[in-house]
């Protein structure tokens, strides 16, 4: 089983690249048992989303 800062690091590197099949599958397994894994993850998404959202937005003078 992965430790937390590995899973952590794995969550990442997910924004990037796509997972091979036992890394996938070695994070899945770390998020069913890890609270603070499954909510770092959601931070991430969140942050994503808020950047992306940012990012389209042109605040900007006109």
């Known amino acids: ?3 937390c800062k590995h899973t952590t690091r794995l969550l990442s590197e997910a924004l ?3 997972l091979g099949k ?4 070695a994070l899945r397994m770390h998020l069913l048992f890890c609270r603070g894994c499954r909510a770092f993850r959601q931070n ?5 989303q808020a950047s992306r959202s940012f990012m ?3 605040d900007g003078p006109t």
């Open 1 to 3: 089983m992965l430790t």
């Open 22 to 25: 036992r890394e996938y599958l």
């Open 16 to 18: 990037d690249r796509p």
């Open 56 to 58: 389209g937005r042109d």
């Open 44 to 48: 991430i998404d969140f942050l994503r």
